[in-house]
Nanobody, 124 residues
Framework: VQLQASGGGLVQAGDSLRLSCAAA????????MAWFRRAPGKEREFVAS????????YSADSEKGRFTISRDNAKNTVYLQMNSLKREDTAVYYC??????????????????WGQGTQVNVSS
């Protein structure tokens, strides 16, 4: 399974971005998908996930309503809509996919496949 993330860029605080992750797999609708991020000097952290059935889980920060994860199974693509971006959202954003039976949305170990990352820079 290959995952190709895109949509990152340089924006100002308060702006919006939509990240996309296209999956090269025939059974995309069987996969749980997620977004993680790694900020400079920090560990990788969970942002949001969406199960094969469309159930979304968000990190504490994402739960504040700024981020929305969605998927289009017809296009084999998962999205992360990010609104009201803050400088601290600056990071490399990675999409991930997995079909593990023991699925914990927030754990990286639940995902077998990872994209290459897309850089998001938010200036103040």
């Amino acid at each position: 399974v290959q995952l190709q993330a895109s949509g990152g860029g340089l924006v100002q605080a308060g702006d919006s971005l939509r990240l996309s992750c296209a999956a090269a797999v025939r059974t995309f609708n069987n996969y749980n998908m997620a977004w993680f991020r790694r900020a400079p000097g920090k560990e990788r952290e969970f942002v949001a996930s969406i199960t094969w059935s469309g159930i979304a889980t968000y990190s504490a920060d994402s739960e504040k309503g700024r981020f929305t994860i969605s998927r289009d199974n017809a296009k084999n693509t998962v999205y992360l809509q990010m609104n009201s971006l803050k400088r601290e959202d600056t990071a490399v954003y990675y999409c991930a996919g997995g079909s593990a039976s023991n699925f914990n949305a927030r754990l990286p170990s639940s995902y077998n496949y990872w994209g290459q990352g897309t850089q998001v820079n938010v200036s103040s």
